[in-house]
């Protein structure tokens, strides 16, 4: 059985954090750009941008190819 290496992923981004009052509470909100095409996400909590990177950094089984 022969197993084919993955291709190397590499992800580049500019990260922004900066601090938000909301109400009495202050919450982190942050933003990730893509120097590559420019793309930007905005992320309200520090939850969703981890939500985000789990998403982009997770393995697809269908990405393994194995004969």
């Known amino acids: 059985m022969f197993q084919e290496k ?6 580049s981004y500019l990260l922004r954090l ?3 009052a ?3 509470e202050h ?3 942050a933003s990730l750009e893509c120097p590559r095409t ?3 996400h ?5 939850e969703a ?3 985000f990177l789990r998403q982009e950094t997770a393995t697809e ?3 393994i190819r194995v004969d």
């Open 22 to 24: 909301d109400g009495e």
């Open 6 to 11: 993955p291709k190397t992923r590499y992800l």
């Open 61 to 63: 089984l269908s990405e």
């Open 27 to 29: 919450v982190w909100r």
């Open 38 to 40: 420019g793309d930007r």
């Open 18 to 20: 900066w601090e938000s």
């Open 49 to 51: 941008l981890f939500d």
């Open 42 to 46: 905005g992320f309200a909590t520090i």
